[in-house]
């Protein structure tokens, strides 16, 4: 006789967020077949005025991640601070127009932003207000997708644990990539 192996499930950005909430919509990552899709389902989701649910898995544990995702046919605006957001795409880390770093930095990262201990400017200024803006190339696999999903939610699940399972992981589908405000020169002196 098989013996039952139960999955280990997460839930994200908090536990509280699922409890009998309705207007979460599931999407299974491997039924997805890539970056545009996604974007696609989860704006139609957003555009019904539900919460896109993106469920995945490994072997042994079941994630379950509510991504925040706007309606762009309604045309919120939403202003997030620069420092209340890190974006990850490719396979790299932008922390502000200044900072690049590669995806395996993540670990120190992820503290930094979420925790900000040493309250540097470029971090979050609190837990709740860190947010990660995820975005991919159109083309980009479910499969590559899943990867990096997993690697950040294990990268928080070691922090959540060492700080009392307390902290939310927010994550942000962004159909555009990060797009860099480069400091003009100052103007030249006016001609005497």
Same mark, same amino acid.
């Given at each position: ?9 997460? @839930?994200?950005?908090?536990?509280? @967020? ?26 139609? +989701? ?20 509510? $991504? ?9 605006? $939403? ?15 932008? +922390? ?9 930095? =993540? ?39 899943? @990867? ?18 307390? =902290? ?9 990539? @990060?797009?860099?405000? =480069?400091? =003009? ?8």
């Amino acid at each position: 006789m098989k013996a039952q192996f139960k999955k280990t499930e997460f @839930y994200y950005p908090r536990v509280s @967020y699922f409890k009998a909430d309705s207007s979460l919509k599931e999407i299974y990552l491997d039924s997805i077949k890539n970056y545009g899709e996604l974007i696609k389902t989860t704006e139609q +989701i957003a555009c019904a005025g539900k919460a896109p649910l993106l469920k995945f898995s490994t072997d042994s544990t079941e994630f379950n991640l509510i $991504v925040y995702k706007e309606c762009t046919n309604r045309m919120d605006i $939403v202003d997030y601070h620069l420092s209340n957001v890190i974006s990850i795409q490719k396979d790299s880390i932008i +922390i502000n127009d200044e900072i690049e770093m590669r995806f395996d930095s =993540l670990q120190p990262i992820l503290r930094n932003h979420i925790l900000n201990p040493n309250q540097e400017f470029n971090y979050s200024k609190s837990v709740d207000k860190a947010l990660i803006f995820y975005y991919q190339d159109s083309l980009v696999s479910a499969k590559k997708i899943k @990867y990096q999903l997993i690697k950040i939610t294990k990268a928080f699940n070691e922090l959540n644990r060492q700080n009392g399972d307390s =902290l939310p992981l927010k994550i942000k589908l962004s159909e555009h990539p @990060y797009i860099r405000i =480069l400091n =003009l020169p100052p103007p030249d002196e006016e001609v005497k």
